[in-house]
């Protein structure tokens, strides 16, 4: 796997807001078909960086290729924070899944038979078809987030960008989740997964990378989860433990 092209590369990357950079030189990449997080603390550039990635922040200098190529957006899947979205408009689940087709669909083209079914599948692997014709302000925050990983589906997406989707969720929604993930990354798609939850990360992961406005570390999870890269990562804002030999990480 080394020596193919990777999913994602970034290089040399800066940009930021009103002239204050929020990234710094980011640098990193990200071999095909891994679960990949994209680790830091609040205010790092985690969702800066992945807007920046599919073309929606305008880097200041720097270059992003996506298998080897520019990046073009039929083949990322994004998915934002629920923050981000009008949960009052009067839209379907079903529709929504269905919004990811429209890459896929010609100029005045219509949904088709096939755009229908791609929806209507990705629904059913995030455990939402039974709440296909329900109103997306009616949806607790697990069927939220589940949503909008479904309309990533539909999208057929090679690279899936996932920004905090465990964030508010309860134990057993964000299990499935992690289900979900590990089961796309072992079919071939590669995630990149925004969070600040460091046990999840270190306990379903393979890869990450280690941001705070720039990259303290990126590589396999063996590598570098490491005592020196969470304390520059983190600084303030986490506290770790030595408990029987073992680094554990804990938010103070």
């Not at 455990?127 to 987030?145: F, H, T, W």
């Not at 309860?170 to 939850?197: C, N, S, Y």
Request: with cysteine; proline share 4%.
């Amino acid at each position: 796997m080394g020596a193919e092209t990777p999913a994602l590369r970034v290089e040399g990357l800066w940009t930021g807001y009103d002239g204050r950079p929020a990234l710094e030189d980011v640098t990193f990449s990200i071999e095909r078909g891994c679960l990949a997080g994209l680790v830091g603390p609040n205010g790092s550039g985690k969702s800066t960086l992945l807007r920046t990635i599919l073309g929606l922040q305008r880097p200041w200098r720097g270059q992003v290729w996506v298998f080897g190529g520019r990046p073009e957006r039929r083949r990322l899947g994004y998915t934002p924070q629920t923050e981000s979205i009008d949960w009052a408009f009067p839209i379907t689940v079903f529709e929504v899944a269905l919004m990811g087709r429209y890459g896929h669909l010609g100029l005045l083209r219509r949904p088709g038979k096939r755009d229908r079914q791609v929806a209507w599948q990705a629904l059913e692997r995030v455990g939402m078809a039974d709440k296909a014709r329900r109103r997306i302000q009616e949806l607790s925050g697990g069927e939220q987030r589940r949503t909008l990983i479904a309309r990533a589906l539909a999208q057929e997406a090679e690279l899936l960008l996932l920004d905090e989707p465990f964030a508010g969720l309860d134990a057993p929604v964000q299990h499935d989740l992690l289900h979900l993930f590990q089961d796309l990354a072992a079919e071939g798609k590669t995630l990149l997964v925004a969070t600040h939850d460091l046990s999840c990360v270190a306990t379903h992961f393979d890869h990450a990378v280690f941001l705070n406005r720039r990259v303290i570390a990126f590589g396999r999870l063996e590598e570098v989860l490491r005592e020196d890269v969470l304390q520059e990562t983190f600084q303030r804002h986490l506290l770790l433990l030595s408990r029987g030999g073992q680094i554990y990480a804990e938010h103070p």
